[in-house]
């Protein structure tokens, strides 16, 4: 019985996955949009994303809390802080793991930041990561 259970289920998603790529498609779930539609191998597309963090995140250990969870997710980059007040630097890796640290860089941060709001710029596809860890720039 398992088997054949086995069997329907697997000719269900045979069926759905064609239906629900047309539905997806291209343009209305482009690579580098929602991370909801990506297939695996979309998922290690590797991928740099400019940032900039907005609100209380100079002197509350930010930098150092973001060196720290780009390695925890395996990414390469850089952080620094700006005259302005923000914190800003680049993310590359695989896109499956750069979705959550931007979403970390938005809603968490360090324990002691308030953030306000998050820029992200200029992300693109690369052929190949330009950094081999990630650093804090002084």
Not at 48 to 75: C, M, N, P
Not at 111 to 134: G, T, W
Request: proline letters at 4%.
């Amino acid at each position: 019985a398992a088997v054949s259970i086995t069997r329907a289920v697997d000719l269900e998603v045979s069926r759905a996955v064609p239906t629900l790529v047309g539905k997806l498609g291209k343009p209305e779930c482009p690579l580098l949009g929602s991370s909801k539609c990506l297939s695996m191998a979309e998922g290690d597309t590797l991928v740099s994303v400019d940032y900039e963090i907005f609100g209380k995140v100079q002197g509350v250990f930010f930098r150092k809390y973001t060196q720290a969870e780009g390695k925890k997710l395996g990414l390469v980059g850089w952080v620094q802080n700006t005259d302005r007040g923000t914190v800003q630097g680049q993310l590359q890796g695989p896109i499956s793991k750069v979705r959550p640290m931007q979403e970390w860089l938005e809603k968490r941060g360090s324990p002691k930041s308030h953030i306000d709001r998050a820029n992200f710029n200029n992300e693109k596809v690369i052929a190949k990561l330009d950094y081999s860890d990630f650093q804090i720039v002084k």
